[in-house]
């Protein structure tokens, strides 16, 4: 039976661990279970990574994609997202692969369309995807339990959908999070497995990783968005910043990076301490495991 992926907060703790080890699967072979399958990628809002490596998980599963972006399509004519949506499944495809800036908008097309819809970024909402990648990257890292550790996100957690996702699925999984910024980017609805802090050292302190998050600055106007060299002074991370987390703590970024604000071009590049590049690979193989899973149940 096929499956849509709407919401992270569907996701139980066997769902996450079940697609984790799927999607390991995937690390050393290609099956090619999705041929004759066409996946339609709907991708209304600006994406490099997340739009590439669900259309290359289509392809290694043996599947053909049709794209259509906001420009060059209808939309710029006024049409609305739905009945973009709409054709493509009338055409007949097996699964819609949505990004879209508008919060409700995955549910809506899952509402309407036979395919099962896999939300790829929708508005401040939800990630889910880029959470469950985040969770096999952690998981590999530690050992295979995120049970008892401490995750410290990092930045403009208020516009994050990353963050969202996160604060589900870690918890989830048996860790604490910390969400640490200004108040001007904190979230007010934070839940209760999640600390809130304004001070950095408070904040790093105890964390066994931090992930950290662009400013999205598409997504707000006004004096909620800080000047960037005064923001990396008091929130950046950088080699001196992370050492105030635990021993070692590795550093995610769901990317792209706006190399030293939110995190020094260093710290990025340095392979002892970043899995922005494992976060990046493990992208390929969880979209191939929720391809699979939407399909083919
Ligand atoms: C994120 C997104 O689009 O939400 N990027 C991604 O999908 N990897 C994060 C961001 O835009 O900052």
């Known amino acids: 039976m096929s499956r849509s992926f709407l919401r992270s907060a569907d996701l139980s703790r066997d769902d996450i661990l079940n697609l ?11 099956l090619k279970i999705l041929s004759h399958k066409i996946v339609g990628l709907l991708f209304f809002e600006n994406s490099s990574r997340t739009r590439s490596s669900f259309e290359m998980a289509a392809y290694r599963l043996g599947a053909q994609c049709v794209y259509i972006g906001a420009e060059g399509s209808s939309i710029a004519k006024g049409e609305t997202e739905l009945d973009t949506a709409r054709i493509l499944d009338c055409n007949g495809v097996d699964a819609l692969v949505v990004r879209t800036g508008t919060n409700g908008m995955p549910a809506a097309i899952a509402e ?3 395919a099962p819809v896999l939300n790829a970024g929708e508005g401040t909402l939800d990630h889910p995807s ?11 890292h530690f050992d295979g339990s995120l049970e008892g550790k401490t995750i410290a996100i990092v930045g403009d957690i208020a516009h994050s959908r990353v963050a969202r996702s996160n604060m589900h699925i870690l918890p989830t999984l048996g860790a604490r999070v910390k969400l640490v910024g200004p108040q001007s980017l904190l979230p007010s609805d934070p839940g209760d497995a999640c600390a809130l802090h304004n001070d950095l050292r408070e904040g790093l302190s105890g964390a066994d990783a931090v992930m ?5 600055k598409e997504r ?5 968005i800080p000047d960037e060299a005064a923001y990396h002074a008091q929130y950046g991370i950088n080699h001196t910043t992370l050492d105030w987390a635990n021993h070692g703590a590795p550093v995610l970024h769901p990317m792209p990076v706006n190399r030293g604000v939110e995190l020094s071009g260093d710290l990025a590049d340095d392979a002892a301490r970043s899995l922005l590049w494992q976060q990046m690979q493990n992208g390929l193989i969880m979209r191939m495991a929720m391809l699979e899973e939407a399909v083919h149940g």
């Open 20 to 30: 984790c080890d799927k999607a390991r699967n995937y690390r050393d072979q290609t």
């Open 112 to 114: 309407l369309c036979r």
């Open 130 to 140: 880029q959470g469950l990648l985040d969770a096999l990257t952690l998981l590999d």
């Open 212 to 216: 950290t998050l662009r400013i999205q």
């Open 220 to 224: 707000f106007e006004g004096d909620a």
